[in-house]
Every structure is written in structure tokens, then in C-alpha cells.
């Protein structure tokens, strides 16, 4: 099948569109304005709903009502907005339903600016709202990556009554790459016999809902969400490793900031050093088993991220100080240079203190 | 000095106000509307305001204006509202504002019901909001701890130029205890050269800001905060050890959850084993110090939350590895019963699987 | 063709959808729940939109933006929802948009109550928003002309780009009778060279507007409303006479009381006493030609209405005191009772005192 | 005692201030922005409460709360928020409660522009909002007037319990004249003793309510407030006679119109024309009385406004028809040039065709 050129964000839009997806509320936000406009227009095509909602806490409530309805959904924003959708995330959490959020994270705290970043991870994988919820998090670094977790977004969404967050920033967003859209197989959500849609005459009466006013009630439905996380972890860590298997040394970055770490193998092996690289696609569940697989063999771990420290701790998690983690980060907007990740591998590979 | 005898509710309205706080700002919620009402009536009488905003978001915002303008300001809510704040805490942590923020936590996630609970920790400690940022967490166990660590809030928040979360649960609201309040010194908030009071003629413009456009500057901003956070981890850890010396055992817990296992060491060094608690009162900055300290005679950990295990993260990233970490939880608004924590202690100090 | 049984209230929705309204924005208020409830199912069949909006406000908001952008739209509420959409409705006249506007009045002021009511005349009359401006107000008396009335009011909005209020009560809208739908010829929207429906390549610049820095230009645009609203007020006046050629007492009402009314009229040419009804069907522009001309032989009039007094004040203008001008009314949701409105017919037709 | 030079906007202000208003809500909006700024300031010194609501639909609703509370409470707008508040001011109105309302009205419809206008008439004395009720309506023409009626209009709220609207327009907030304040006698409200100020213990309940879900209910209700109406239409009427005595020709003009007017009667007496003026300074309750007394000499009417034509519907329901009630208007925030109606009086007065 012929490839096509696309940009990040058309992708985005065109990959939810491919898994089904046929109800999208946002409210604007830079550096991801691209992919509501492409739905906007993309949506009535294919009998979707596109609506600008009045404020990102509308939007997502109003994912909340067409997630409790059945329907394959997605909301966007960026930092600040997804900041605002933290009281209906753990609502749509604590309701176990299904639905799609894409965070093109962009420099924070507060108003920030506009630039790539990744410095909502921590929000992301802890959870941002309250309460003991997760949300499964993805993390693509190509524009084929986009089309093809984006399906996977709404099918583990689905499978797990959960909702789902792809992690993406502005360098992503803008790249053009050519993509594989394979076949346009409009995707079909599973039968939702939960999905509030009208009760039947006769039928049973389904109730979306998130309060356990009964403490005893909501210990249990914690319990069940906490098995469900458990078999989640169990099930979906995803990664990609690269040179990984005789490297002593292992680079541990996600996203955009992982194709830099790439070429910086590259570079490292040119050099005879034997290093690798783990990129977790799955940021939650983390991808803990590779680390643990790992660590037995590999001497110490780099950390790269742009941010001040976030995902170290998740490695370091998985480590269990059983070797050292570093960290190099890059913040604000600002992203790590080859060059520059070189030199820290060079230094830590000869022994430098970190 | 006579004590008296008080509610948690009162006192942290009440500690709020001799703490020198002028300015509340807030949305009823349960179980916390027993704090903005004290604060209604008590505001008016030293001066004081006291607003009921039209949403948690305009609270969390009315907050960011007032401690711009160098006020000593709080606000209080719970759960969905907290999260409906987070991106105005961003903003405020962002721009470097000092205020205060009561979480009384309750049962989760999603509207949850309102039973004391501890599942918003990781919202706390981690942030629930976008960026690199980090809000000081104190966690006090008693009703006049409310009373201290009141006072000790705002002025760190003024001399960190940092918001401050104070964690509670309803247990902690609904207590009386006997407090001593101390002279009733109003205390004043510090110089605020910074605040934004008006410019007066020829003097110079003060901004109040977290927009930072340029990535290099945002960087250098995101820069100086970790240098603060630094600063701050490495001097205001604090926490209560208890039987701790000789113990091989060393429970974890904050908050009401503390006083449970307080009474669990009791019972264990009744029956001869050596057992201890460490209570972490800042649980941001986490009271790494005394785990680092403790981990080398203390064979394990048993850390005991009111939620699914959160705060065991901090204490595995203090323990790396070095000795196994134990989870006893409850949660839903279910609190730990002191026989079966007991009960889960003699099984791991006998070498019990966990 | 073959009748069929409906509601005033479906008739509504139907007779909007078969003029070509494809858009709908509404809150729910009672008395009138049961058309926005009706066109959520029917919009979609035909390819329209149903959204309800998170306020009356908001809705007139995006009615204002949908007409700007060409659709045939419209909005419904009632009394205090009506009262919200005030900004927006002077927007939409300020800025010539065709639209339509039900108001399914209930008793007033404040909440009232959801008995059927007149007394929001003169707030759809003589404008309820700020700003020289009219509505085309029609008023119709039986679910047939709820049909007939709402194909011409989409006509009428598009031929004056001016918002047209439709205004109807309870008792209307609970009404079934049978109605003749004609054919079913979805009407289409003229073509509307104005309309910003995005700029053609090469294309003009079309902009939506009402405002008008320079008092010149608004003036300008106030001349050209107000002769928009005179050639109106020539070519649009409408009415229905009923045994007004002989009588000498005219009974004037509109809606639901004009019913009411010709039954009064029947009893009294029963007793010999020339009475004629005179029903307005566009409140506005008032038929004041009709008054006018009937004024010479008629001796007396009698307004009658579900309120305090509204419409008589147009009845007066017209009449210029060349007769008298009595009342009856009913308000708070009361609606005349034909014995009672027989009693003030035969009192006054003898001479009595009014 | 001596005067102070004073601007309008401040009089406004300081005029609630000395009659005792202590509590202020409004929103900004050109062109009254400087009395909530005056306000801002003003209130804490004597006090009072001054704030910055979300939105005008929110003052209103503000005002409603603090009115229910016995407070002398007032808002301030201009055209567009002024309709934003109709839902409120018919629920205040409803509930029977006193406050005041500035209307700075300035062009119109919709966003217009911000030059003085008075095309807002119909709004505020017709009722913009639903239901039947009435708004009392001060207009005055000089910035003492301002300071006069200001007492006036929270006096009358509190004695007919009925919510005063002043309106004022750009003119006459910026004009700067000397004021004779008076002595500061704060004004005290009088006693309330329907006011929701909290159950005392063995007290009796006080509801301030709008809703009257029983239609007989609601009549009754609506029946009192008329004769309230009534009785202020009786005693209540307030107007500015000049050189009325002997003209055959009267101009009607209220406000900064009436001052042009004023000028052009004079002119119009220079040059022998038996010319004079009334000017309402009540518009509602409209000075009905003084028409229907000097329709018997004068021969024939002017009325001049700044809009399109409203008032003159109340000059005509006054004249009844027995002279000829001609119009002179400027609109769009353009002002009646003195030369050009004393054009139009000459014209008129000689006969020619208006």
C-alpha cells in the first residue's frame, strides 16, 4: 500500500477518525489547534460530531456523557487545559469508561509557552485528578506511531473501561513523515452492553456512575480498579529497545526526546561503546519488566527527559538501586541536542561523575 | 496558658486566621464546609474577607490575584474540587505566589463519597497540574498540630515565595481536642517587595507572571524553581519518630492514618517486638533523610495509607531496594482498624509473606 | 390530504424541520421541555443538530453564530431563559440575522410559575434587549397555525434578516389537534451571499457585525434598521377578524386568550349584541390598521389578556382616544374563563362602568 | 456650604455612598467603568463591600442576594450588560426588593459603540425582563441631580421594596460640575423586618421568594404588585416644568437631551415663539399628569430623544390624540445638535410638515 506524507496532528486526527472515533469536545489550545481544526472538518465526513465545547472542564464532562453512552471519543488539549480536565478525568476514571485524551504537552509551569515538553509526565502517570485512579498513558515518536496508537488508544480504552492518554508534544505535532494508513477499515467499537443509550422497555436500567456514597461500596470498587491496573501492568507494558542486548550502558527516554537518544546510540556504538536504548511506549503501565530484565546486566542508566526529573523515578522504581540512574533533562520548551546527550554518555561511560 | 478545646475544622480556620491569613476564597464541599464557615463569620471580625466563588476554578484563581497582591490568602475544598483547581495551582507554584490550600481529602476517585481518605497524595506531592513544579505538603495528626503547622504553612509559603497544601481528612475535621492557641499575636506576613500593589509614581513596574514565551528564559525560570525545591528538600524534611531506635520494624504513615499505627507500636512493644513509626509531617519534601537513616538497622517497612499505595513509592525511592517495603491499605473512606494492622505486623515480624 | 393528530409542542419542532431548520440550541425549562426534547430526536433524522447549550445565554450566543454562518436556526425557552438570551438576542438584531425565537410564556416575574402566561409582550414587543431594534413577533391560536406560522417565520427572518419570536403558551403547546403538514417539502434557506461561511479564494470578506465605533456610522445603521422595521411594520401586519363588520364593541386578544375570546363573541351575537373579536397574529409589527379603520364604527373596545395590561397600550396607540379602551386580564398564570369575560362583555355593552 | 467640583461618574458613586449604599457588584464596561472604579476605593473607606463579579448576569444575582439581606445595594452597566441582568432584575422585582441599577446607556443595538445614547428607554421602563412588574426610573439631567436622586432612588427602593433604576449616559458621567453634597449624613436604611439575616432562635422564618407555584397564587401576588404600581404612579411622578405656562408648543426631553432642549427654548423665546419644555425626571412612573394637564393649551408636541423614537409612545398614551406628537431623534451615540431642533421647532412652529 502506498504511502502518504502527513503531519503529526493531521494523524492524530485521521488515526481516531480510522479507530472509530466519532465524538471529539475541545476547546483551543497552542500547540495542538491543528488537530481540532482537522477534525472539524474531517468529522461530518463520516457522520461524527465535532463541537467546541465553552472550556476545557466542558469538554471534558462532555467526553464523560458520549464515553457513558458508548461512543468512541477523544478530547486534546495542553498543558493548562488538561490541567482543567482533572476533575472529570477521575470522574471518567471512577465511571470506568472509555475514552481518548491527547496531552501535546508544551513548557509549564502555569502559562509556560508554547514549545515541546514533556513535564506533564508526572500528571499523567500519578494522576493529575483525585483519588486511586490511572490512566493508561502512550507515548508515540513517529508519525506512524501516531496511526497505529491511536487505535490501540480506543481498543485498550474499550477493552479495559478506561480512559486512555497519548502523550505527544509540538515537535511531534508539526514532523511530517510518511505513514502506512493501511486499509481504511472504518474500526467498530465492541457491543457496550454497560453504555447507558435509553433504557429499553423491559430492559434493565444501566447507570453510568462514579459515587459509592457507602464507604464499605467504595473500598470494593477501588479494589476491583486496583485489579484492573494490576492486570493492565500485567498485560500491556510496551517498549521498544534498541542495541540493548550486550550494552552496559542503557538510555531511558520517551517521545521525541527517545529519536535523539537513538541517533546518540548510534553514535556511542560508532565509538565502540556498547550502549542501548529502552524507549517505554506504555509510560503507564511503565514498562518495568525490560528494566528489571536489564538491569542485571547493563552497569548504569541515563535518563533522558525534557523536564526536570519525572520519569527517573519510575526507572529508579524499577532499578531498585541496584545500579545507578542518571539524569539528563532539558526544560521549558527547550529540547536535548545529540551533541550535548553525547557528551553526558561519554562522561558517565568513562566513570565522570554525573 | 489555658487550653481550649476545638474541632480540627475551627482550628484550621482559626490557626488560619492568627496565622495572619485575611483573604479565604472558596466553594462549599463536604466534608470541608465546616472550615469556610467558621472562616465566614470569623474574616469580617479581624478584617478579614471571606468570598464564596462561583466554582472551585475561580477560587483557585481570586487565590492567585489576592497572594499577587501579597495578601495572606487560603482556600479549602476536597477531592473534585481540588482537582478542579489544578491548573490555577500551576499558575500560582508558576508565578512563585505564597498561599495556602486545605485538601480534606475524601473517598475517590471520581465523586467518590465523602469518608476520610488519603488518595490524593500523589496529586499532592507529584502534582496534579502541568509542569515542573512542587507545592510544599504538610500533613498534621492532631488537632493543635492544625493550630502549629497553620502558622508554619503560610510562613514557608512567604518564605519560599511557594503555595502550601495542607492535608487533612474529615476524622481530622470532626476531632475536638484540647489546643493551646498561644498569645494571640496576628502575626504579619513579611515585606513582599514583589507584590503587585499598584505602582506608585517613579517607582518600578512589578510583574506577576508564568509566561515565559521564550524557551531559554523558560528554561532558566524552570531552573531556579528546582533550585528552590532543592532547597527545600534539603531543609524543611520533617517528621516524628516514635520507638524508632532499636526497631526492626519501622511502620510508615501520615495523618490520622499515624495515629492508628501509633497505637500498633504500643501493642507490638507490648508483646516484645521492636517496632516503631515514622510519621512524615512535610510528605513534600519527603522525609527521605530519616528512611536513608533508619534503613540501615531496620530489617523492614510496613507503610500503612488510608488508598491503593501511594505514598510507598517515596519510601522505596528512599529504601532503594535495600529492605523489603510491606503495603496495608484501606480506602474508599474505609480506615485502618488498629487490630488489623496489628495482625498484619505480627505476621511480617514472624517472617509472614506480605 | 389526511390529517393528523399533534401537539402544539411537537408541532413546533415538526413545522421548524419542515421550513428548513436544521439547528437547534436550547436549555430545557418547562413548560416548553417537550420541543428540544422532540427536536433531539427529529434533528438528527433529517441531518440537523440538536445541542443543548450550558445556558439560555450561550444559546442565543450560537444561534447568533449559526445564523451568521447561513443556517436556518432557532432556539426556544421560556420567561427567565428568554430573559438571559436578552444580550444575545440584541446582538443578533444589531447584526441583521435572520433566526427564530420561541417563547412559550409562563407566569412571571422572577421564577413564577409554569401556568400559562402573556405577560412577556412587552418585553418581545418593545424590545427587552438595549438598543433601537424589533423582533417579528407572531402569536399563534391553534396547533394548525403553529405549523403554517413557523414556515413563515423562517421566511420572514431571511427576507428582513431580522430574528422573528414565536410566542406561545402552555396551553398551546399541550393542545392536540389535528393538523394538515401539507406536503413535505423541506423548505430551503434562500441563498445568502452574506452569510461567513469562510472565505472563498478571491472571495469578498464577509463580516458579521454590530458594532459601530464611530457614532456616525452607528446612526447610519439605526436609519437603515428603522426603515427596515417601517416597511415591516407596512407589508407585514397581520390579523384575523371575526364579526367585526357590524359590531360595536371590539374585543382584542392574541393566542391562546383570543380562543377564549370568539367563544365570548358567539355567546354574545347569541343575545343580539354586535360584538366582533379582532386577533392579532404578528404582535409585531402591531395591526394597527385594522384598529385604525375599525375605530370609526365601533364605539368600544375591550382588551383582553393573561397579564396585567400590555397589549392594551398598542390597542391605545392606534386608537389615539377617539374611543375607550377597557381591560380584562388574568395573570400569574390564570386564564380567563368565557363566562366571566362574557360578564365585562355585557356589563360594558350596557353602558356599565369599567 | 461650599461646593466641590465634581465629575458624574464620581457623583454616581459618591452619591450611593452618602445615601448609604455599602455594597456594590457590577462587571466593567465602557462607558461607566470610572464608577466601579470610584467605588473600588470608596467602599472599604466607609466600610462598604465593593466587587468585581464574573460576569453582569452574576451581579445581578449578587444584588439579589444582598438585597434579600437588607442591604442598600447597587450595580452599574451599560447596554449590553444591562440585558444580560434582565433575569435577575425580574426575579428581584418579583421578590419585591429594594436596590438600584445605573444604566450608562450607550449606542446600540448589540456591541454598537460606547457614545451616549438613550436608546435603552423601552428597556428599562417597558421591562426587559419577563413578567409583569416595573422598575422605578430616575433620570437625571445635572451631576447635583445625580447626588439628589441617588439618595432619592435608595429611598424609594426601600419604601415601594422595588428595585430603581437610574439611567445616565456617557455625557453626563464625564461632565464635571459643582455639587452642594450636603452634610455626610450617612444615610441608614430603614428597618427591614423582611430581610434574610438568619433565623434567630424562636423567631419566625423569612423566605424572600419569586416562585409562586399555585397560578391563584401568583395573580394574588401579581395583583399586589399592581397596586403598588399604582400607587407610585399616583404619588410619584416627578417632573421639570420651564416656561411651560403659556406655550402653545411643548418640547419633551429627559436627561443630557433635555439639556440641549432647554437651550432651544430659550432661543425659541428670544425670538418670540411661546416654546417650552417638560422634562421627566421620572420616566417611569411617567409624568402622565403634567401632560394631560397642559395638552389643553399647548397645540402641539415635540418630543426629542437620543434613539429612534420610544418615549413618545408615553407622550402619545398622554396626549391621547388631541394634539399632534411630532419626533426629533439622533441615535447611534450621536447627540441632538441645539440648532438643528430649534430648526425642527421653528419648522413645526410655523406649521410646516413634521
Known amino acids: 500500500m502506498a504511502k502518504v506524507l502527513m503531519k503529526g496532528n493531521e494523524a492524530l486526527g485521521e488515526g481516531a477518525v480510522r479507530a472509530g472515533c466519532?465524538?471529539?469536545?475541545?476547546?483551543?489550545?497552542?500547540?495542538?489547534?491543528?488537530?481540532?481544526?482537522?477534525?472539524?472538518?474531517?468529522?461530518?465526513?463520516?457522520?461524527?460530531?465535532?463541537?467546541?465545547?465553552?472550556?476545557?472542564?466542558?469538554?471534558?464532562?462532555?467526553?464523560?456523557?458520549?464515553?457513558?453512552?458508548?461512543?468512541?471519543?477523544?478530547?486534546?488539549?495542553?498543558?493548562?487545559?488538561?490541567?482543567?480536565?482533572?476533575?472529570?478525568?477521575?470522574?471518567?476514571?471512577?465511571?470506568?469508561?472509555?475514552?481518548?485524551?491527547?496531552?501535546?504537552?508544551?513548557?509549564?509551569p502555569g502559562l509556560g509557552n508554547i514549545a515541546p515538553a514533556q513535564s506533564d509526565y508526572f500528571q499523567a502517570v500519578k494522576g493529575g485528578g483525585h483519588g486511586d485512579y490511572r490512566l493508561i498513558c502512550l507515548a508515540p515518536a513517529s508519525v506512524q506511531e501516531i496511526i497505529d496508537l491511536m487505535q490501540d488508544a480506543f481498543d485498550l480504552a474499550d477493552k479495559y473501561r478506561n480512559p486512555v492518554m497519548l502523550l505527544a508534544d509540538g515537535v511531534l505535532g508539526q514532523m511530517m513523515e510518511p505513514v502506512e494508513l493501511g486499509e481504511e477499515k472504518i474500526a467498530e467499537a465492541p457491543e457496550k452492553p454497560?453504555?447507558?443509550?435509553?433504557?429499553?422497555?423491559?430492559?434493565?436500567?444501566?447507570?453510568?456512575?462514579?459515587?459509592?456514597?457507602?464507604?464499605?461500596?467504595?473500598?470494593?470498587?477501588?479494589?476491583?480498579?486496583?485489579?484492573?491496573?494490576?492486570t493492565i501492568r500485567r498485560n500491556e507494558q510496551r517498549w521498544e529497545e534498541y542495541r540493548v542486548d550486550d550494552a552496559t550502558m542503557i538510555l531511558v527516554?520517551?517521545?521525541?526526546?527517545?529519536?535523539?537518544?537513538?541517533?546518540?546510540?548510534?553514535?556511542?556504538?560508532?565509538?565502540?561503546?556498547?550502549?542501548?536504548?529502552?524507549?517505554?511506549?506504555?509510560?503507564?503501565?511503565?514498562?518495568?519488566?525490560?528494566?528489571?530484565?536489564?538491569?542485571?546486566?547493563?552497569?548504569?542508566?541515563?535518563?533522558?527527559?525534557?523536564?526536570?526529573?519525572?520519569?527517573?523515578?519510575?526507572?529508579?522504581?524499577?532499578?531498585?538501586?541496584m545500579r545507578p540512574v542518571h539524569f539528563y533533562g532539558r526544560s521549558g520548551g527547550m529540547m536535548p541536542v545529540a551533541r550535548d546527550v553525547f557528551g553526558e554518555v561519554k562522561k558517565l561511560y568513562n566513570g565522570g561523575a554525573a
Open 22 to 108: 466519532r465524538y471529539f469536545f475541545g476547546y483551543p489550545i497552542t500547540p495542538q489547534s491543528e488537530l481540532p481544526h482537522y477534525l472539524a472538518k474531517r468529522m461530518p465526513e463520516v457522520g461524527g460530531l465535532y463541537l467546541q465545547s465553552e472550556s476545557e472542564t466542558a469538554a471534558a464532562n462532555m467526553v464523560f456523557g458520549a464515553a457513558g453512552a458508548g461512543a468512541r471519543v477523544m478530547t486534546s488539549s495542553s498543558g493548562p487545559g488538561i490541567s482543567l480536565m482533572q476533575e472529570g478525568i477521575s470522574y471518567i476514571a471512577g465511571a470506568e469508561l472509555p475514552c481518548v485524551i491527547v496531552n501535546m504537552i508544551r513548557g509549564g
Open 194 to 230: 454497560w453504555a447507558a443509550t435509553g433504557r429499553k422497555k423491559g430492559g434493565p436500567k444501566r447507570l453510568i456512575n462514579s459515587l459509592y456514597i457507602v464507604p464499605e461500596e467504595c473500598e470494593k470498587h477501588n479494589i476491583k480498579l486496583a485489579q484492573k491496573y494490576d
Open 253 to 321: 527516554a520517551f517521545g521525541t526526546c527517545a529519536r535523539i537518544c537513538k541517533a546518540v546510540v548510534d553514535s556511542a556504538r560508532n565509538e565502540g561503546m556498547a550502549v542501548g536504548l529502552i524507549r517505554p511506549i506504555t509510560v503507564w503501565p511503565y514498562p518495568t519488566d525490560v528494566i528489571t530484565r536489564v538491569r542485571e546486566k547493563a552497569e548504569q542508566f541515563l535518563v533522558v527527559e525534557m523536564n526536570m526529573g519525572q520519569m527517573i523515578e519510575d526507572v529508579k522504581l524499577a532499578v531498585e538501586g
